[in-house]
């Protein structure tokens, strides 16, 4: 019986992982696209060369966005 819960979680486990990767994926060139950051923190949007923040019209705060748009 522990193991017939064993496998249950682990393929649970394993489906809800290769959901978020897929999702990761569709995001575009920009994962973190629409989060809240500061222009004054470097790195905040992730190590991603296409993904910067975007000074909003509030001061120190911006949103992640790709450098092309």
Avoid: H, W
């Amino acid at each position: 019986m522990t193991y017939v819960k064993l496998v249950t979680l682990a393929v649970f486990m394993l489906t809800t992982f290769l959901i978020v990767q897929t999702k990761n994926v569709e995001a575009g060139k920009c994962p973190s696209a629409g989060m809240v950051c500061s222009p004054f923190n470097p790195n905040q949007c992730g190590n991603v060369i296409q993904c910067r923040c975007i000074p909003g019209f509030v001061i120190e705060a911006g949103i992640c966005g790709d450098n092309f748009t």
